[in-house]
T-cell receptor, first 109, second 117 residues
C-alpha cells in the first residue's frame, strides 16, 4: 500500500466550477501535508501546506485535513482555465516527501 | 533568482550508454533532491543531499545509478549503463533546509526527459 493514495482522474470541469481533490494517507505520524501543482512539462511547485486538522484558505484555494480519518482535500473555487494542471498531494515528517499519484484537472473555458 | 537549473532538458540515448544529468540548485539552499517521475510509479525520491553530503540514497533503484554533489552549486545523476526502463522525467529539487526544520517546501527544476531506446 502506498503511503499516500490519490485518484489520478482525469477530472474535467467547466470554468467557474468548484474543483474537489482528495487523498488518503496511511501513517498517522505524518505532520505536514502539502499540495503541489504541476503544469504540463514543468516541475511541481508548492501550492499550499498545512500541519493541523481543519481548513486553510489562500485566495480561491482551500486545503482541508482530517487527521482522524487520514483524509486530505483541496478545493478550488471559481476555477479558471489557468488552473488546468496536475495536483499532487504530499506529506512529510522530515525531508522526505511522499507524493500521491497526482490528479490531472482540466478547466474548460 | 533563476531557480533550479537542470540540463539537458531532453536526452535520447541508446541502451547501454552512459547518461549524466546535471543540476544547479538555488543559491543558498542546503538540501538537494533527485526525483524520478513516471506514469506507473509517480514521483519517487532517489537521493537526498544535505550540505553536499548524501544522507539517504535508499531510493536509488540499482547500482547503475550514482549521484554526486562536489560543491554547493552542482550535482550530477549518472546512469551507467542505461536501460529502456530508465526512461522517465528526472527532477532535481532544492530547499533551504536546516536539521531542525521540516523540508516541506522544495523548489523543483524543469526536469530532464530521458528516453532510452
Amino acid at each position: 500500500q502506498k503511503e499516500v493514495e490519490q485518484d489520478p482522474g482525469p477530472l474535467s470541469v467547466p470554468e467557474g466550477a468548484i474543483v474537489s481533490l482528495n487523498c488518503t494517507y496511511s501513517n498517522s505520524a505524518f505532520q505536514y501535508f502539502m499540495w503541489y501543482r504541476q503544469y504540463s512539462r514543468k516541475g511541481p511547485e508548492l501550492l499550499m501546506y498545512t500541519y493541523s486538522s481543519g481548513n486553510k484558505e489562500d485566495g480561491r484555494f482551500t486545503a482541508q485535513v482530517d487527521k482522524s480519518s487520514k483524509y486530505i482535500s483541496l478545493f478550488i473555487r471559481d476555477s479558471q482555465p489557468s488552473d488546468s494542471a496536475t495536483y499532487l498531494c504530499a506529506r512529510t515528517n522530515d525531508y522526505k516527501l511522499s507524493f500521491g499519484a497526482g490528479t490531472t484537472v482540466t478547466v474548460r473555458a | 533568482d533563476a531557480g533550479v537549473i537542470q540540463s539537458p532538458r531532453h536526452e535520447v540515448t541508446e541502451m547501454g550508454q552512459e547518461v549524466t544529468l546535471r543540476c544547479k540548485p538555488i543559491s543558498g539552499h542546503n538540501s538537494l533532491f533527485w526525483y524520478r517521475q513516471t506514469m506507473m510509479r509517480g514521483l519517487e525520491l532517489l537521493i537526498y543531499f544535505n550540505n553536499n553530503v548524501p544522507i539517504d540514497d535508499s531510493g536509488m533503484p540499482e547500482d547503475r545509478f550514482s549521484a554526486k554533489m562536489p560543491n554547493a552549486s552542482f550535482s550530477t545523476l549518472k546512469i551507467q549503463p542505461s536501460e529502456p526502463r530508465d526512461s522517465a522525467v528526472y527532477f532535481c529539487a532544492s530547499s533551504l533546509d536546516l536539521y531542525d526544520r521540516i523540508s516541506y517546501e522544495q523548489y523543483f527544476g524543469p526536469g530532464t526527459r530521458l528516453t532510452v531506446t
